[in-house]
């Protein structure tokens, strides 16, 4: 029975990343072969279910490891053996009816290199034989000797070392090793590759100090880890943690930044490689094997499915809970769990997921939460949880942190002090005289990432809804625009009227994709030359055609045919478009278009009759496009790059029923949008905002799944396009230019930087107010403010940066929470907000959602509801008959 895991954890814990060297896969991979690195990722993918299987791997493992065994082959002769053997082509076989002295020095050099190998893995394997006679290696020496030891490599072991080996040989051994005994050898390698892999394995455990675990039978459900610590982390602090049957379920609390993720972590890191029976960052672990592991620490709204991130929390435990209905034993992490939802949902959801995991004794979890005064009833009910807490202490006014595990419960709460020793309050109010002056609208990695922005290649980015181009110079200049909107409002109403003028006259792109890319690659070949050296070159192709059949010349003919008929296509096109209404707009550019095309040389060719040109004409057409006027042809591609971004932009906005904002000074103070939704939704629901100078703060409030993430990203997209000059998913939009756009929407921890989740909102929190103390004016979108902290630093935190935001009038901000007590609050000292909120509707006891903003402060509290829609405690219970339950005290 395999191991089940998923995705959402190896993210979690790092098993892998994009950029490789943070991963835990990198901390392991010092393999020698190309192989070996595959193998190991293999490895890494397939954890183990069977202590017996972990248990045997551990013992090869550290076999080597004490024996401090090196790798027995030299890593550059294995590269190209490899190489060598992987060319399995037939007609590259070596024969005595002859053959190249190329082809003969390669294949000699290959199978020499790949005749030490095998000798030198038959030496090492005989030297180990008895040493590893006990060990489970042993019985694999014994087969790897038995392939090396087959009569049909009796010959190359014979002829081994006696001295430079003939060309008959050479033939001979080629058609043994890589076509009649091809796979034995695909048998040695990958005996090979699991050497390489154990010999990495092993010199990591030694470099790094870590140690191997004991896999115990699955049914004792015991853990009992001893000093473990974060593999990526410098010096990091060792904790030490027990669990069993009596004791199963972990309540972790503590203050934001006291080291509850990078402990949670540092326990799934560890329980992930013990179960691959590879060393652990520890000082030691016993551990009983478990179906599978869940963690849920980085976990993200889901748009595409139309998921909040609280309804994001409620799926994930599902998925926990179907599993342990079905009799899984597994080991789940949630870090923060429900902190999606208000604080009474929060607390209820809490306490039932918790009573319903007590119930599951062959199973263990490890759940932090915020929501302390859960623990105080979970403790009378539940005899088998266990209360640890990271403490905080206070050392001349700040916080510090021993990222020690201590038994009990927290109830440190230090969030405004973080804020505070940020300065994030004195930043938004400290705003400079000087403003900075930026070229473009400014929007950081952050927004780019919450507003899923960039990306030709990413999943259901804006980007790739408006790449519908014919161009890869298209392409290129739409990225462009993608990633430097405008500022100033005539830069973009002026494009907006281009894309409209498109729009409205329907034009088609008169070529397709594969001409112009013909055109490109034709054109690729100029150098500017003068007329003889183009005629000589062209007579050369002629030569080499006549003599040797060589294919310049028919491609330079095809290329430059294309050419023409695309510029005649052109041609034709920009004299159909400059009889158009409102070709103004445009004038300029079709000007110049024109009068390149109405060059006399380039009307020669465009008028010649059709037909295969003389090598003359081919000659004097070449020297024309691709020399003399080389530089205008620059130009036309550019228009023609141009054009092709403003007709595939119209056609999506005439598609999808877009329009174009209105752009306004900053000044001016408006954000007036009607029906606008997300573009991604093409059957999302239309709302309308109105934000002005005296109304520039808004106040969003809303149950889970009521849609405000959504309306949020709708707002944030629509803003950035609109300042692209791009049109938006909306009826109408008017707006006031601004000088950037900041969001935080999906704001993770990050752990190589030591931040907790709500050191990183204090973060962002802190860059934007950076940005309104430079003077800039800017549109400001906060998702669940402090959403990472408990209630009372969160209720203290929103108030105090909310506040402080308001004071500028030359923003706007929308401000999310589910702290929905800060709006009252707020409405006493501001007199710039507007309050709104996304309804919930309850229908025959369920709750629907309309999606349609409407004024005032929401009092939706449906957290619950949604959990026992989804029957995740009968999911949880669904296999009880066999499962003993004494730990419940209800």
């Known amino acids: 029975m395999s191991f089940i895991t998923d995705k959402q954890t190896i993210d979690d814990l790092n098993i892998f990343s994009r950029s490789g060297s943070d991963s835990i896969y990198y901390i392991f991979n010092k393999t020698f072969t190309q192989g070996g690195a595959i193998l190991l990722e293999e490895l890494f993918r397939a954890p183990l279910s069977d202590e017996k299987a972990i248990n045997e791997r551990v013992a090869i493992l550290r076999y080597f490891q004490e024996s401090k065994t090196a ?46 190998i095998l000798q030198g893995l038959k030496g090492f394997m005989l030297d180990i034989q008895a040493k590893v006679s006990g060990n489970p290696y042993g019985q694999r020496v014994e087969t790897i000797l038995a392939l090396l030891n087959t009569k049909e490599l009796e010959l190359i072991f014979t002829d081994h070392g006696k001295g430079k080996i003939s ?35 092993a010199r990591v455990a030694t470099e790094r100090g870590y140690v191997f675990a004991t896999a115990l039978k699955r049914d004792e459900n015991r853990l009992r ?20 049957p009596k004791g199963n379920i972990v309540f972790l609390t503590g203050a934001n930044m006291a080291g509850k993720s990078t402990f949670m972590k540092s326990l799934g890191i560890a329980m992930y490689l013990a179960h691959l029976g590879f060393p652990i960052a520890a000082e030691e672990m016993e551990f009983s094997v478990c179906d599978g592991m869940y963690t849920t620490i980085n976990l993200p709204d889901n748009l595409a499915m139309g998921a909040s991130h609280f309804y994001a929390e409620v799926l994930r435990v599902k998925k926990v809970a179907v599993e342990l209905g079905a009799g899984k034993n597994l080991f789940v992490i949630f870090d923060e769990l429900f902190r999606g939802t208000n604080v009474k949902d929060a607390y209820e959801g809490t306490i039932a997921i918790m009573g319903a995991f007590a119930k599951k004794p062959h199973s263990l979890f490890v759940v932090s939460t915020h929501i302390m005064e859960a623990g105080a009833v979970l403790k009378e009910k539940c005899d088998n949880m266990i209360f640890r807490y990271l403490p905080t202490g206070m050392k001349e006014g700040k916080p510090v942190y021993t990222y ?30 000087a403003k900075q002056a930026h070229q473009h609208f400014l929007a ?110 028919l491609q330079l003919q095809a290329g430059q045919s294309v050419t023409i008929e695309v510029l005649q296509a052109f041609s034709d096109f920009f004299s159909e478009l400059k009889g158009k209404d409102g070709i103004l707009v445009y004038q300029k550019d079709l000007e110049i278009a024109e009068k390149i095309l109405q060059d006399s040389r380039l009307q020669v060719i465009l008028k010649a009759e059709e037909g295969q040109p003389s090598l003359l004409q081919l000659i004097r057409n ?34 999808q029923d877009f329009v174009y904002a209105k752009a306004l000074p900053s000044e001016q103070m408006l954000l007036d949008i009607s029906g606008f939704r997300h573009p991604g939704l093409r059957n999302g629901v239309r709302n309308d905002l109105h934000l002005t100078k005296e ?82 004016d800017l549109y400001v979108l906060f998702d669940e403010l402090f ?104």
Not at 93 to 115: C, H, I
Not at 172 to 200: A, P, T
Request: hydrophobic share 40%.
């Open 404 to 433: 020690t595990l201590t038994e009990g419960i927290t109830d440190d709460r230090h969030g405004m002090i973080i804020v505070n020793n940020e300065g994030v309050l004195e930043l938004i109010k400290d705003k400079k005289q």
């Open 622 to 655: 070449d020297f024309v496009i691709r020399h003399a006027m080389m530089n205008q042809m620059e130009v036309l591609l550019k228009l023609i790059y141009e054009l092709d971004v403003f007709i595939g932009v119209a056609a999506v906005a005439a598609d």
């Open 695 to 776: 109304r520039n703060v808004l106040f969003l409030t809303g149950a889970n799944m009521a849609g405000k993430s959504t309306f949020m990203k709708s707002m944030g997209i629509a803003v950035y396009l609109a300042h692209m000059g791009f049109p938006i998913a909306a009826k109408r939009m008017e707006f006031s230019v601004k000088d950037g756009l900041f969001s935080s929407i999906n704001v993770s921890d990050n752990l190589d930087m030591g931040y907790s989740h709500f050191y990183a909102e204090v973060l962002r929190t802190k860059t934007v107010a950076k940005a309104v103390s430079e003077s800039l």
């Open 787 to 890: 959403k990472g902290t408990n209630v009372k630093d969160a209720y203290d935190a929103t108030l105090a940066v909310t506040q402080a935001f308001s004071e500028n009038r030359n923003s706007f901000f929308v401000i999310s929470t589910h702290i929905i007590e800060v709006g009252e609050a707020l409405g006493e000292v501001c007199d710039n907000l507007q309050f709104s909120f996304l309804p919930t509707v309850m229908k025959e006891g369920l709750p629907t959602y309309p999606y349609t903003l409407a004024s005032g402060i929401t009092t939706d509290r449906q957290g619950m509801i949604i959990i026992e829609n989804e029957k995740i405690v009968a999911l949880i219970h669904a296999n009880e008959t066999s499962i003993t339950k004494p730990h419940l005290q209800l």
């Open 225 to 244: 880890l001893k000093g473990v610590a974060h593999p990526l982390l410098n010096n990091a602090v060792a904790n030490s943690l027990e669990m069993d």
């Open 71 to 116: 790798f027995p082959l030299q890593g550059n002769r294995f590269e190209e053996a490899e190489r060598y053997l992987s060319n399995t082509d037939p007609r590259s076989r070596l024969s005595n009816q002859g053959f190249s002295m190329a082809d003969f020095k390669a294949a000699a050099e290959s199978v020499t290199a790949l005749m030490e």
């Open 444 to 553: 950081d990695k952050q927004t780019v990432e919450d507003l899923n922005l960039q990306g030709k290649f990413k999943q259901q980015s804006v980007y790739s809804l408006f790449n519908h181009l014919q161009t890869r110079g298209g392409e290129k200049l739409l990225e462009g625009m993608f990633s430097e909107p405008l500022n100033q409002p005539e830069q973009i109403n002026r494009r907006s009227s281009l894309f409209a003028f498109f729009q409205e006259h329907r034009v088609i792109f008169p070529v397709i994709r594969s001409q112009v890319e013909s055109m490109e690659d034709y054109l690729s070949g100029g150098a500017g030359a003068a007329l003889p050296r183009v005629a000589w070159g062209i007579f050369t192709k002629k030569f080499k055609q006549v003599l040797f059949h060589n294919a310049e010349l």
């Open 167 to 201: 060309s008959g040989k050479i033939v001979e051994y080629d058609n043994i090793l890589r076509f009649q005994q091809r796979g034995l050898m695909d048998k040695i390698l990958q005996h090979i590759y699991d050497l390489d892999v154990y010999l990495s394995i």
